[in-house]
C-alpha cells in the first residue's frame, strides 16, 4: 500500500510540474505548482519528515502559492474572467477537496508521531538542531541578503514615480 501511494504522489508530482511547464496560462500553472508541491509533501511524509511535510503545504502549497496567485491575477486581466465563468461550477468539488484536506491535516495533526518518538530523524528538533547550530551562519546571510533585496525593491519603486 505504502508503494502504491509513493508512485502515486510521485507520478502526480511529475504530471504536475510538467503542466506547470506546458500550461498556456498562467494561473493554471500556479494551480498546477500546487498540486506538485501537495504531492512533494505526500512524499516528505512518507519518508518519515513530518514536520517537512507540514511545512511544505503550509508555507509553500498555501502562503507562497496564494501569494503568486493573487499577483498574477492582478496582471493578467484574462484571470479575472477564468475566476468568474467557473466559481459555480468549481464550488463542489472545492469543497469535497477542502473537506479531504482538512480531515487529513487533522488527523496528522492528532496522531503526530513527535510527541511519541522524540529521536526520529527529521523530526522538529533535528531540523531546528541543524539550522541553529550547523547552518546559522548561511541562514542569517540569507536572511541579510533577503533584507537588502526588500529595501533595494523598496528603492527602485520609489525611484520610478
Known amino acids: ?8 504522489a510521485a507520478l502526480v508530482a511529475v504530471v504536475s510540474a510538467l503542466l506547470v511547464v506546458f500550461q498556456r496560462r498562467a494561473v493554471h500553472s ?26 511544505q503545504v503550509i508555507v509553500y502549497a498555501g502562503a507562497v502559492m496564494v501569494l503568486f496567485l493573487f499577483v498574477i491575477m492582478l496582471i493578467d486581466p484574462e484571470s479575472e474572467m477564468f475566476v468568474v465563468k467557473r466559481t459555480r461550477s468549481l464550488l463542489l468539488p472545492a469543497l469535497v477537496v477542502a473537506g479531504v ?24 528538533r533535528d531540523i ?18 533577503i533584507l537588502a533585496a526588500v529595501v533595494g525593491a523598496l528603492i527602485l519603486a520609489k525611484r520610478s514615480d
Open 1 to 8: 500500500m505504502e508503494q502504491l501511494v509513493f508512485y502515486l
Open 30 to 55: 500556479v494551480l498546477a505548482l500546487i498540486v506538485c508541491l501537495s504531492s512533494v509533501a505526500v512524499l516528505y511524509f512518507q519518508l518519515g519528515g513530518y514536520f517537512l511535510a507540514a511545512v
Open 101 to 124: 484536506t482538512g480531515g487529513v491535516l487533522s488527523s496528522v495533526l492528532l496522531s503526530f508521531p513527535e510527541s511519541r518518538t522524540p529521536g526520529m530523524p527529521g523530526g522538529l
Open 128 to 145: 531546528a538542531a541543524a539550522l541553529f547550530r550547523d547552518y546559522l551562519l548561511p541562514f542569517e546571510i540569507t536572511s541579510i541578503l
